[in-house]
């Protein structure tokens, strides 16, 4: 059964970069056609997809934050990450990684990691 | 970009009652339509795909409806565990959209 893990700092500066990674087991993420997303949600607001790679490394970001959002894979490692440039405070936020079959619903979640943009 | 609403905002209803959640897509999104279940601290656990499609595990008493723009989730006799906040999301194309959410509680 495949779970993933997201992984990160808990505390960002305003400006500064976000940097998650979120870790696959229980199988390869190079297998299948399956996409690895990113999503958030502020405290006590709904979800956000934030961007997706595929297992070839081709990526699709949510426009909303497309020029500051870089996700990538590292299959070595099996895992999967996002970077968010330029940080706010309305990027606060509990960031979720998620599988998607075909680009379809999401399933499995990891637990999600709280991020919190303040100096 | 496709806009998702859903409604209501809030729910009550009382334990063991039918619980009748509504998803409305700005266009169509045929059958590609997944609804989540989130509880307090947790991440969203997916309930139905492909608009009327059980997840793995998911109990009979979820069942949900629709095609095209409108969608419904129903909770045929509400349990003690039953009670959050409920998601529908699209993906029929490829940028994926969640609603805003419906908080069932108790009444």
């Known amino acids: 059964q495949v779970q993933l893990q997201e992984s990160g700092p808990g505390l960002v500066k305003p400006s500064q970069t976000l940097s998650l990674t979120c870790t696959v087991s229980g199988g390869s993420i190079s297998s299948g056609s399956y996409y690895w997303s990113w999503i958030r949600q502020p405290a006590g607001k709904g979800l956000e997809w934030i961007g997706r790679?595929?297992?070839?490394?081709?990526?699709n970001y949510n426009p909303s934050l497309k020029s500051r959002v870089t996700i990538s894979v590292d299959t070595s490692k099996n895992q999967f990450s996002l970077k968010l440039s330029s940080v706010t405070a309305a990027d606060t936020a509990v960031y979720y990684c998620?599988?998607?079959?075909?680009?379809?619903?999401?399933?499995?979640w990891g637990q999600g990691t709280l991020v919190t943009v303040s100096s | 970009e496709i806009v998702m609403t859903q409604s209501p905002a809030t729910l009550s209803v009382s334990p063991g009652e039918r619980a009748t959640l509504s998803c409305r897509a700005s266009?169509?999104?045929?059958?590609?339509l997944a609804w989540y279940q989130q509880k307090p601290g947790q991440a969203p656990r997916l309930l139905i795909y492909?608009?009327?499609t059980r997840a793995t595990g998911i109990p009979a008493r979820f069942s949900g409806s629709g095609s095209g723009t409108e969608f419904t989730l129903t909770i045929s006799s509400l349990q003690s565990e039953d009670f959050a906040v409920y998601y529908c999301q699209q993906y029929n194309n490829w940028l994926p959209a969640f609603g805003q959410g419906t908080k069932v509680e108790i009444k």
């Open positions: 492909g608009a009327s």
């Open positions: 998620a599988r998607s079959i075909a680009g379809a619903q999401f399933d499995p």
């Open positions: 790679i595929y297992t070839s490394g081709s990526t």
């Open positions: 266009q169509s999104v045929s059958s590609n």
